[in-house]
Protein backbone atom coordinates (compact mmCIF):
# COMPACT_ATOMS: atom_id res chain seq x y z
CA UNK A 1 0.00 0.00 0.00
CA UNK A 2 0.96 3.52 -0.39
CA UNK A 3 -0.01 5.56 2.24
CA UNK A 4 -0.65 9.37 0.94
CA UNK A 5 -1.85 11.06 4.64
CA UNK A 6 0.16 10.41 7.53
CA UNK A 7 1.25 12.62 10.60
CA UNK A 8 4.30 10.57 10.95
CA UNK A 9 6.82 13.44 10.89
CA UNK A 10 7.87 14.24 14.64
CA UNK A 11 7.01 17.41 16.65
CA UNK A 12 5.04 19.72 14.24
CA UNK A 13 1.59 19.35 14.68
CA UNK A 14 -0.90 16.66 16.56
CA UNK A 15 1.03 14.01 15.48
CA UNK A 16 4.29 11.72 16.05
CA UNK A 17 5.81 13.87 19.25
CA UNK A 18 9.06 12.97 18.78
CA UNK A 19 11.70 10.63 16.28
CA UNK A 20 11.21 7.65 18.17
CA UNK A 21 7.02 8.34 18.08
CA UNK A 22 8.16 8.37 14.61
CA UNK A 23 10.09 4.98 14.26
CA UNK A 24 7.36 3.27 15.94
CA UNK A 25 4.76 4.51 13.66
CA UNK A 26 6.85 3.47 10.55
CA UNK A 27 7.37 -0.31 12.28
CA UNK A 28 3.50 -0.29 12.52
CA UNK A 29 3.01 0.81 8.75
CA UNK A 30 6.10 -1.61 7.73
CA UNK A 31 4.26 -4.83 9.11
CA UNK A 32 1.29 -3.76 7.79
CA UNK A 33 2.56 -4.03 4.04
CA UNK A 34 3.16 -0.08 3.57
CA UNK A 35 5.59 0.59 0.86
CA UNK A 36 5.58 4.27 0.76
CA UNK A 37 4.35 6.87 2.95
CA UNK A 38 3.80 10.89 1.89
CA UNK A 39 4.14 12.72 5.27
CA UNK A 40 1.40 15.21 5.66
CA UNK A 41 1.39 17.67 8.77
CA UNK A 42 -1.43 19.62 9.25
CA UNK A 43 -0.50 23.37 8.05
CA UNK A 44 -2.81 25.76 9.53
CA UNK A 45 -1.82 29.36 8.51
CA UNK A 46 -1.71 31.55 11.67
CA UNK A 47 -1.75 29.29 14.14
CA UNK A 48 0.76 26.92 15.59
CA UNK A 49 0.88 24.09 12.86
CA UNK A 50 3.07 26.40 10.67
CA UNK A 51 6.20 24.74 10.26
CA UNK A 52 7.82 26.21 7.26
CA UNK A 53 9.48 24.04 4.29
CA UNK A 54 12.95 23.81 4.96
CA UNK A 55 11.87 22.78 8.57
CA UNK A 56 10.04 19.52 7.51
CA UNK A 57 12.83 19.00 4.75
CA UNK A 58 15.08 19.23 7.60
CA UNK A 59 12.86 16.80 9.99
CA UNK A 60 12.17 14.25 6.66
CA UNK A 61 16.13 14.17 6.01
CA UNK A 62 16.64 13.05 9.61
CA UNK A 63 13.86 10.71 9.93
CA UNK A 64 15.19 8.51 6.39
CA UNK A 65 18.62 8.63 8.26
CA UNK A 66 16.75 7.16 11.49
CA UNK A 67 14.35 4.67 9.89
CA UNK A 68 17.37 3.48 7.79
CA UNK A 69 19.64 3.14 10.49
CA UNK A 70 16.56 1.45 12.21
CA UNK A 71 16.26 -1.13 9.55
CA UNK A 72 13.14 0.06 8.01
CA UNK A 73 12.44 0.05 4.14
CA UNK A 74 9.69 2.01 3.81
CA UNK A 75 10.41 5.13 1.43
CA UNK A 76 9.25 8.43 3.28
CA UNK A 77 7.72 11.65 1.44
CA UNK A 78 6.85 15.40 2.32
CA UNK A 79 3.64 16.95 1.90
CA UNK A 80 1.07 18.42 4.43
CA UNK A 81 -2.52 18.63 5.04
CA UNK A 82 -3.27 22.42 4.09
CA UNK A 83 -6.60 23.68 5.97
CA UNK A 84 -8.75 25.45 3.65
CA UNK A 85 -7.73 29.45 3.48
CA UNK A 86 -8.31 32.00 1.24
CA UNK A 87 -4.90 32.83 0.79
CA UNK A 88 -3.62 29.24 -0.18
CA UNK A 89 -3.75 30.12 -3.76
CA UNK A 90 -1.56 33.26 -3.60
CA UNK A 91 0.41 30.88 -1.59
CA UNK A 92 1.18 27.91 -4.34
CA UNK A 93 0.94 30.26 -7.06
CA UNK A 94 4.45 31.75 -5.65
CA UNK A 95 5.98 28.43 -4.60
CA UNK A 96 5.06 27.69 -8.70
CA UNK A 97 6.40 30.57 -10.13
CA UNK A 98 9.89 30.08 -8.14
CA UNK A 99 9.71 26.36 -8.43
CA UNK A 100 11.87 25.51 -5.07
CA UNK A 101 10.37 23.69 -2.31
CA UNK A 102 12.56 25.28 0.56
CA UNK A 103 11.24 28.98 0.13
CA UNK A 104 7.12 28.41 1.23
CA UNK A 105 5.69 27.15 3.56
CA UNK A 106 3.21 24.95 2.02
CA UNK A 107 4.74 21.18 0.72
CA UNK A 108 2.11 19.84 -1.48
CA UNK A 109 2.09 16.02 -2.10
CA UNK A 110 5.77 14.82 -2.84
CA UNK A 111 5.99 18.42 -4.88
CA UNK A 112 3.56 17.32 -7.40
CA UNK A 113 0.51 19.53 -9.22
CA UNK A 114 -1.35 17.12 -6.07
CA UNK A 115 -2.61 18.88 -2.74
CA UNK A 116 -3.92 17.74 0.37
CA UNK A 117 -6.73 20.20 1.45
CA UNK A 118 -9.20 20.06 4.58
CA UNK A 119 -11.93 22.24 5.84
CA UNK A 120 -13.44 22.95 8.70
CA UNK A 121 -15.58 19.74 10.18
CA UNK A 122 -18.83 20.73 11.81
CA UNK A 123 -19.69 24.00 9.27
CA UNK A 124 -18.98 24.82 5.23
CA UNK A 125 -16.79 27.13 4.64
CA UNK A 126 -18.40 29.19 1.65
CA UNK A 127 -15.27 30.21 0.80
CA UNK A 128 -13.76 27.21 -0.37
CA UNK A 129 -15.36 26.59 -3.74
CA UNK A 130 -13.60 29.71 -5.02
CA UNK A 131 -10.06 28.88 -3.22
CA UNK A 132 -10.28 25.41 -4.67
CA UNK A 133 -11.20 26.92 -8.16
CA UNK A 134 -8.47 28.79 -8.32
CA UNK A 135 -6.04 26.09 -7.03
CA UNK A 136 -7.20 24.02 -9.97
CA UNK A 137 -6.99 27.05 -12.55
CA UNK A 138 -3.15 27.67 -11.12
CA UNK A 139 -2.88 23.76 -12.71
CA UNK A 140 -2.89 22.02 -9.25
CA UNK A 141 -5.12 19.00 -8.27
CA UNK A 142 -6.93 19.64 -4.75
CA UNK A 143 -7.00 16.34 -2.89
CA UNK A 144 -9.91 16.36 -0.70
CA UNK A 145 -9.74 15.04 2.75
CA UNK A 146 -11.74 12.74 4.54
CA UNK A 147 -14.93 14.29 3.13
CA UNK A 148 -17.12 11.57 5.05
CA UNK A 149 -16.11 13.59 8.04
CA UNK A 150 -18.04 16.98 6.83
CA UNK A 151 -21.21 17.55 8.41
CA UNK A 152 -22.16 19.06 5.41
CA UNK A 153 -20.95 16.44 2.91
CA UNK A 154 -22.94 14.17 5.46
CA UNK A 155 -25.98 15.86 5.21
CA UNK A 156 -25.84 16.26 1.15
CA UNK A 157 -23.31 13.45 -0.61
CA UNK A 158 -24.61 15.94 -3.77
CA UNK A 159 -22.47 18.57 -2.48
CA UNK A 160 -18.96 15.97 -3.45
CA UNK A 161 -20.28 16.42 -7.00
CA UNK A 162 -19.12 19.93 -7.36
CA UNK A 163 -15.88 19.34 -5.79
CA UNK A 164 -15.31 16.57 -8.35
CA UNK A 165 -16.96 18.55 -10.91
CA UNK A 166 -13.80 21.00 -10.77
CA UNK A 167 -11.11 19.00 -10.67
CA UNK A 168 -10.79 17.69 -7.32
CA UNK A 169 -10.48 14.34 -6.02
CA UNK A 170 -11.90 12.85 -3.20
CA UNK A 171 -9.32 10.76 -0.01
CA UNK A 172 -11.06 8.95 2.11
CA UNK A 173 -10.01 7.80 5.88
CA UNK A 174 -10.77 3.75 5.19
CA UNK A 175 -10.88 3.29 9.16
CA UNK A 176 -14.25 5.26 8.90
CA UNK A 177 -15.75 1.79 7.81
CA UNK A 178 -14.86 0.30 11.23
CA UNK A 179 -16.49 3.24 13.19
CA UNK A 180 -13.71 4.79 13.89
CA UNK A 181 -14.85 8.24 13.78
CA UNK A 182 -18.37 7.62 14.38
CA UNK A 183 -21.67 6.16 12.45
CA UNK A 184 -22.39 8.99 10.40
CA UNK A 185 -19.02 9.55 9.05
CA UNK A 186 -19.22 4.99 8.47
CA UNK A 187 -22.06 5.34 6.56
CA UNK A 188 -20.92 8.83 4.56
CA UNK A 189 -17.79 7.04 3.37
CA UNK A 190 -20.11 3.97 2.71
CA UNK A 191 -22.20 5.92 0.62
CA UNK A 192 -19.68 7.66 -1.72
CA UNK A 193 -17.72 4.31 -2.44
CA UNK A 194 -20.89 2.90 -3.40
CA UNK A 195 -21.06 5.77 -6.11
CA UNK A 196 -17.47 5.39 -6.83
CA UNK A 197 -16.74 8.73 -5.85
CA UNK A 198 -13.87 8.05 -4.17
CA UNK A 199 -10.22 8.43 -5.68
CA UNK A 200 -8.07 6.62 -3.41
CA UNK A 201 -7.80 5.67 0.76
CA UNK A 202 -5.32 6.78 3.50
CA UNK A 203 -4.68 6.14 7.05
CA UNK A 204 -4.40 9.51 8.16
CA UNK A 205 -2.62 7.97 11.25
CA UNK A 206 -1.48 9.73 14.25
CA UNK A 207 -0.04 8.09 16.90
CA UNK A 208 1.63 4.40 17.28
CA UNK A 209 -0.73 2.70 19.05
CA UNK A 210 -3.08 3.59 15.69
CA UNK A 211 -3.49 0.29 13.60
CA UNK A 212 -3.46 0.11 9.65
CA UNK A 213 -6.20 -2.87 10.36
CA UNK A 214 -6.12 -3.71 6.27
CA UNK A 215 -7.33 -7.16 6.58
CA UNK A 216 -10.01 -6.24 9.25
CA UNK A 217 -10.70 -3.51 6.91
CA UNK A 218 -10.58 -5.01 3.28
CA UNK A 219 -12.97 -7.57 4.64
CA UNK A 220 -15.53 -4.72 5.24
CA UNK A 221 -14.66 -2.73 1.85
CA UNK A 222 -14.89 -5.57 -0.20
CA UNK A 223 -18.83 -6.51 0.78
CA UNK A 224 -19.44 -2.47 0.41
CA UNK A 225 -17.45 -2.81 -3.39
CA UNK A 226 -19.54 -5.74 -4.52
CA UNK A 227 -22.56 -2.80 -4.82
CA UNK A 228 -20.79 -0.18 -5.79
CA UNK A 229 -20.96 1.59 -9.70
CA UNK A 230 -17.49 1.82 -10.06
CA UNK A 231 -17.57 -2.51 -9.53
CA UNK A 232 -20.41 -2.87 -11.79
CA UNK A 233 -19.00 -0.90 -14.67
CA UNK A 234 -17.20 -3.77 -15.12
CA UNK A 235 -14.41 -3.97 -12.52
CA UNK A 236 -14.05 -6.47 -9.57
CA UNK A 237 -14.00 -5.30 -6.20
CA UNK A 238 -10.63 -7.15 -6.04
CA UNK A 239 -9.98 -4.29 -8.09
CA UNK A 240 -11.38 -1.50 -7.18
CA UNK A 241 -9.67 -2.34 -3.95
CA UNK A 242 -6.52 -2.30 -5.83
CA UNK A 243 -7.22 0.92 -7.33
CA UNK A 244 -7.82 2.59 -4.21
CA UNK A 245 -5.37 1.88 -1.72
CA UNK A 246 -2.79 1.41 -4.35
CA UNK A 247 -3.07 2.12 -8.19
CA UNK A 248 -4.41 5.75 -7.53
CA UNK A 249 -1.97 6.71 -4.29
CA UNK A 250 0.45 6.16 -6.83
CA UNK A 251 -0.67 8.33 -9.60
CA UNK A 252 -0.69 11.13 -6.94
CA UNK A 253 2.82 10.51 -5.98
CA UNK A 254 4.36 10.14 -9.49
CA UNK A 255 2.10 13.15 -9.83
CA UNK A 256 0.34 11.50 -12.80
FE1 LIG B 1 -4.89 14.25 8.68
Given at each position: M??I???I????D???L???S???????A?????S????TP?Y?R?S?????????????SELR?R?????I???L??GNEV????E???MV?A?E?EK??????I?????T??I??E?P??V??K?A?E?L???V??G????????E???Y???N????DE???????????Y?AV????GRRA??????????D???C??????K??????F?E????M???????DG????M?P?AK??????DN????L???
Open positions: IDHSHLPGIDGADFDSIEMLRVEKSGVDIILHIGIYNADNAKKWKLLEAASEGSVNYLYIDTLPKAYNSELMYEATLNSKYLVFVQEDTRTFSLQHFVPVIAHPRYVIQNLTAVLIGMGCVLQGDLLGRYEKTLRELLIHKIFLASDIHATDEYKNTKAKYKILKASVKAGTGLKELFEPKKILGE
